[in-house]
């Protein structure tokens, strides 16, 4: 890691240690699940800080009012976000603001998300834009201000920009964790856009499935933390749980499983600051989406039944991990894109492109 990245994991560990944001969820949660509908919280104190800390901008050159950071230091802050279930999308917003700045369009104002499922058209009118459909799925979509997609005209990837006040329909809907994850309609809705032509826009769904990557990574972390620390407190016939040899086989696997995911991600996020990442995004997501499995299923064992309650904060993770797994691209889709990229080479360059691919990343 970076002198660079080291110190914005960092800045972003104790802004998320020292800011409360469970409880409210927590009691804002309970109270909107009494009204039949969950309502999450959502935590405009801690996005403000984000957006001064500048993070939001991350990605965005200097030379655009940005940050100047590379994917490995959007790692470095990702990570955090997720050990500590931060709900705010940091994440889509640094790259919707980074497809913005390549696209040469203004940068987002307020809370900026990222649409990565279209269901519609853009067209050109005039000297402007016009956009009729869907964006569905948008992470927080009920409170961006600004929501960022890309979608094509004759095959050229285009970069919109568009008004959640403008969208003629929202439906609310929410993952597992309650996360929002909402429709947004538009109806003939004039638009910013521009032509691009980047890694980022041609394959924004790989590169959203490297966001949620990151958290992932913090969630598990998050979580074998917990269960470790649980086994040292809860006792049974006179001791604690974690001086059972089944018990200590049962983490030391998770610790194996979390360990393996943080060295995908790693080196995912690296071949994306050095140029073509498709490969080892699609490896590294498989990989973190099989840990899903075994990391949960462990640290409720561990934790048997306070585990599930409501309150209790491992849910926070646990649930955001098993929303997260089939979040851009499940274990088969993943699985399929390998099998069909190596299919596509021959069986005579695998071990070639395997190795290859290995020495230029790990310079």
Known sequence: MSEQSQMLADTVTRLLRDTP?????????????????????????????????????LLVSDERGGVGGDWEDALAVLQPLGYYAAPIPVGEAMLANRLLADAGLDLAEGVTTLAVQVEGSLQKRGDGYVFSGALIGVPWGRQAETVVTVVSIDGRPHVVALSREHASAITQAQNLAFEPRDDLRFDDTGVQ???????????????????????????????????????????????????????????ALFGVEAAAVACAARSAFRAAARGDAAFAIAAAKLRANMAIGVATATAHQVHAAIGFTWEYALRQSTQRLWSWRSEFGNDRYWADRIGSAVAARGADHFWSDLTSRDDAVAV
């Open 21 to 57: 944001m469970h409880e409210a969820a927590v009691n804002e949660s309970i109270s909107g699940e009494a009204g039949g509908v969950v309502s999450p919280a959502w935590h405009a104190g801690l996005w403000a800080q984000v957006v001064d800390l500048g993070l939001t901008l």
């Open 193 to 251: 856009a521009a032509a691009i032509d980047t890694r980022e826009a041609r394959a924004l769904f790989d590169y959203a499935a490297l966001l949620r990557l990151a958290q992932i990574t913090g969630a598990l972390e998050a979580a074998l933390h917990r269960s470790i620390d649980y086994a040292k407190e809860r006792k049974q016939f006179g001791r604690a749980i974690g001086q059972f040899q089944a018990v200590q086989q049962q983490l």
